[in-house]
């Protein structure tokens, strides 16, 4: 759905003409947080890249030696166990990485 294009434009020109300007200090916060998301994609997708490759040999390795696996584990199940360790390895560093990086910059606002 989302806003029309004419509220979403006059949205826009009321928030520019505001009385109140964004300060030099909360644009720098704004561009570190920016910062921030943008490493933790990077490297959220690095993990998840290798977390794919780590987990998809070992699996069709897997249902093509083990009798049990060959039976059992169709091409569904394989796209989802490979799949599932990706998503988790991208989740769980990008938000590391963000945290990490968000603490960076606290301490380095308190230090300075």
Do not use: H
Request: include cysteine; proline fraction near 4%.
């Amino acid at each position: 759905m989302g806003i029309p294009s004419n509220m979403r434009d006059a949205w826009e020109t009321q928030r520019r003409k505001s009385l109140l300007i964004a300060s030099p200090a909360e644009d720098q916060r704004i561009l570190e947080s920016r910062r921030c998301t943008q490493e933790g994609v990077r490297a959220g997708v690095k993990a998840a890249s290798i977390t794919c490759v780590a987990t998809a040999v070992p699996t069709l390795i897997a249902v093509r030696v083990i009798p049990w696996a060959k039976a059992n584990l169709n091409y569904t199940a394989q796209a989802l166990i490979i799949s599932a360790g990706s998503i988790a390895a991208y989740f769980i560093t990008a938000d590391k990485t963000i945290l990490e990086c968000a603490r960076k910059n606290a301490q380095y606002r308190k230090s300075a």
